[in-house]
């Protein structure tokens, strides 16, 4: 069993840092998914992880040991891959078993270890076969096989379905999580899918930039967004936002465009004056008479997504949207009632992104 901890690690290529001091604690068993866009350090992380990677600065322990300067063999790390890097020339049950070859284990045994194996990722009647007359979805389950069969102490995985369509992705990460909840074993599963991420984790942790923003669990990162970055990242229609000025005297978040959005006295007067982001997820919001809502905004066009209709609005100049069981065709240009339940709203620092709670005092101890 092992947890893995990230202390101060910083990576740079020459003059370049792309990670910057990173810290992270991931538990024995856990399964924990590092999330962004591309370009933001994941890959580098987790081949820090690995031993791929050298770190620059900082330190990295598996199961309490150090790591550093350890070779990636002797990390009891399994990595799957994007492009499954699987032996072309060799059929399924020697990919699957060519490890325990290479570990001496005998023939029979052998064998017998990837019978079992490839009979758990539903790959019996493939094991003669070659990886060139596999499916996508075939070659994904033959690495992950390569993998399990080491029964490493640490999976990790580096968008290992990327390159599957839709359909089967999601089959593969139902599949993988299934394994997990069966193997147990730590795994940090790189993604810059955000479903992918809400799905298979026990814990997210969103990078931006080099940078951690936020680790939580999925419903902590969509609920509590810790910045703007992640709070635009997570949740599909992305979150809207508006720029606003809190005043204590009117107990509010007041818009540019002039309407007010009413907040706890007590946290306005602790804010007073403050610029702030006011956040708003399209699910959170519903559509009504113009002058009847939080706000009026301007119709520009509807998109419809079968159970529900996206309502894609303007606030002054800012691109706003509701999504809705109520679909509203309405043409453009019409003038639409937008209403903000208080709990929806998410405020932001300005000038920092980052998350301002607005709790209730009274209210926390009515429900507590
Ligand atoms: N071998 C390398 N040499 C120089 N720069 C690199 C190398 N590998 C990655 N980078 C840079 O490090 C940053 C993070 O890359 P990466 O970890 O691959 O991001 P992600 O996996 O999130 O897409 C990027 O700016 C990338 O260009
Ligand atoms: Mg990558």
């Known amino acids: 069993m092992a947890d893995i901890s990230i202390r101060d690690v910083r990576k740079s290529y020459g003059k370049d840092e792309v990670i910057h001091g990173v810290n992270l604690d991931i538990q024995t068993g856990e399964f924990v998914v590092i999330l962004g866009p591309s370009g933001c350090g994941k ?8 031993g791929l990677e050298d770190i620059t600065s900082g330190e990295i322990t598996i199961a309490e040991k150090v790591v550093n300067h350890l070779e990636p063999r002797e990390r009891g790390c399994a ?24 570990a001496g284990m005998p023939t029979a045994e052998r064998i017998e270890k ?19 007359v596999l499916s996508g979805g075939q070659r994904q389950r033959v690495a992950m096989a390569r993998a399990i069969i080491r029964e490493p102490e640490v999976f990790l995985f580096d968008e290992p379905l990327s390159n ?28 810059h899918d955000q479903h992918e991420g809400m799905t298979l984790a026990d814990r997210m942790v969103i990078m931006n930039k ?11 990162v969509y609920n509590a967004p810790a910045t703007t970055y992640v709070a635009g990242f997570i949740g ?6 508006l720029p606003g000025r809190v005043l204590a005297s009117h107990a509010a978040v007041v818009l540019e465009e002039g309407s007010s959005l009413p907040i706890p006295s007590q946290a306005a007067q602790t ?45 002054e100049d800012v691109q706003f949207s509701v999504l809705s069981e109520n679909k509203m065709r309405l043409d453009e240009g019409t003038q639409i009632g937008v209403t903000i339940p208080q709990e929806a709203l998410h405020i932001f620092d300005a000038d920092t992104g980052r998350r301002i709670e607005i709790s209730d005092p009274i209210h926390a101890i009515e429900t507590a």
């Open 43 to 50: 890959s580098t992380l987790l081949r820090m992880i690995a």
């Open 79 to 102: 990595m799957v891959f994007q492009n499954y890097a699987l032996y072309p020339h060799m059929t399924v049950a020697d990919n699957i078993g060519y490890a325990l070859k290479v």
């Open 114 to 132: 990837v019978k079992q194996v490839a009979s758990s990722v539903g790959l019996t009647e493939f094991l003669d076969r070659r990886p060139g």
């Open 164 to 191: 599957l369509d839709a359909k089967l992705r999601v089959q593969m990460r139902h599949e993988i999580r299934r394994i997990h909840n069966r193997v147990k074993a730590t795994s940090v599963f790189v993604t």
């Open 210 to 220: 080099g940078t951690i923003d936020q680790v939580g669990t999925p419903e902590e």
């Open 236 to 241: 599909s229609p992305a979150m809207n936002f």
């Open 271 to 315: 804010m007073d004056g403050k610029l702030v982001q006011i956040g708003a997820r399209p699910e959170a919001l519903s559509l009504c008479r113009p002058g009847s809502g939080t706000l009026t905004a301007t119709f520009e066009f509807y998109e419809e997504l079968g159970s529900e209709g996206l309502h894609h609005l303007k606030i």
